[in-house]
């Protein structure tokens, strides 16, 4: 297969939202009897990136109750709470999906009562970091005098002022004085509003008379 | 400008003020500009995990620009946004767990 072939995930993921959540779909290929597959869209179906050899399983329960000790044959790359594919050999009794506890680089455990078994394999049931979002934040939230609204925040310099009238406006608001908080606040409204917002690019080219 | 230097332009005016009522009022300026200007934008990765659908968003989010999903050249690909997602899904799933982790924006893109 060629490198620079992209197999993995296809092409046919979307996304949409609701007020706190993101949801990723992907085009089900799969076909059923009666059904129509065009432009059906259910869950990531696609096999995980991290995969590795368990060289043998062992009882965990003296430690971890109703567990099972996996140790690999190189570090796994796992955290606690990953879930995985476990397939077991010879006999296949530890096969299954699990949620799996850290021991160490190349252990981990796993909730299933000790069953003798050799060897087998693990694949993830995720792809790590695979999921990458880009969005607009609310800024960092100020607790220490020594924090700076730029790089604490990452409020952008040109609107500092505006903090200082926001709260002089609040201030004087408190204190009753409604006409000082209004001069304020019309101030923060004014610097807010004609703030510039940064641009992505130039987007129109001059072209001098020839 | 560190929340000091704001802190000393009030208590000229004001004289001594509350350090933590201080900071309640900036972090009520920072989420008020938020939600007026919506400039400040980042970027955050989380593992992509089978059978599951629904990803909880962290609180800082406010507006999703774009969704990329990783492929096997370990670059980004820009994901579309579906418009009717009601009529043309598959029924729920439940689990909605997600961590977020910064991303550095080192990563490749593709668009």
């Known amino acids: 297969m060629a490198t620079n072939k992209r197999t993995y995930p296809n092409s046919n993921f979307a996304w949409y939202n609701d007020e706190d959540r993101l949801a990723i779909v992907c085009?089900?290929?799969?076909?059923?009897?009666?059904?129509?597959?065009?432009?059906?869209?259910?869950?990531?179906?696609?096999?995980?990136?991290?995969?590795?050899?368990?060289?043998?399983?062992?009882?965990?329960?003296?430690?971890?109750a109703g567990t099972t000790k996996a140790t690999c044959s190189a570090a796994h790359g796992l955290k606690t709470g990953d879930r995985i594919a476990i397939s077991s050999l010879p006999d296949g009794d530890l096969d299954g999906n699990y949620s799996?506890?850290?021991?160490?680089?190349?252990?981990f455990y796993f909730t299933k009562a000790y069953v003798a078994e050799s060897s087998g394999t693990f694949t993830s049931l995720f792809i790590e970091n695979g999921l990458r979002i880009t969005y607009t934040a609310k800024y960092g939230t100020i607790?220490?005098?020594?924090?700076?609204?730029?790089?604490?925040?990452?409020?952008?310099?040109?609107?500092?002022?505006?903090?200082?009238?926001?709260?002089?406006?609040r201030m004087f608001e408190d204190m009753g004085d409604i006409q000082r908080a209004q001069y304020f606040k019309g101030m923060y409204d004014k610097m807010v509003?004609?703030?510039?917002?940064?641009?992505?690019?130039?987007?129109?080219?001059?072209?001098?008379?020839? | 400008m560190t929340a000091k230097n704001i802190i000393e332009q009030i208590e000229k005016l004001f004289g001594r003020q509350s350090e933590q009522y201080m900071f309640q009022l900036m972090n009520d300026a920072l989420d008020d500009i938020a939600s007026h200007k919506r400039n400040f934008t980042s970027s955050k990765k989380t593992n992509l995990k089978k059978h599951q659908r629904w990803y909880q968003l962290d609180d800082d989010v406010v507006d999703i620009k774009?969704?990329?999903?990783?492929?096997?050249?370990?670059?980004?690909?820009?994901?579309?946004?579906?418009?009717?997602?009601?009529?043309?899904?598959?029924?729920?799933t439940d689990s909605n767990s997600a961590t977020w982790s910064s991303a550095t924006g080192s990563d490749d893109s593709l668009t």
């Open chain 1, 100 to 107: 799996i506890t850290y021991i160490d680089g190349d252990e």
């Open chain 1, 27 to 64: 085009e089900d290929t799969t076909s059923v009897s009666g059904e129509s597959t065009v432009e059906k869209y259910d869950t990531f179906q696609g096999t995980g990136n991290i995969s590795g050899t368990i060289s043998s399983f062992a009882d965990y329960n003296g430690t971890v």
């Open chain 2, 66 to 92: 774009r969704v990329e999903v990783l492929d096997t050249n370990d670059r980004y690909v820009l994901v579309p946004k579906l418009a009717d997602s009601h009529k043309i899904l598959r029924a729920d």
């Open chain 1, 143 to 169: 607790d220490a005098q020594t924090e700076d609204l730029k790089t604490n925040a990452g409020l952008d310099s040109g609107l500092h002022p505006a903090v200082v009238c926001y709260l002089k406006a």
């Open chain 1, 193 to 210: 509003k004609q703030y510039p917002l940064r641009k992505s690019g130039v987007r129109t080219l001059s072209v001098p008379r020839l």
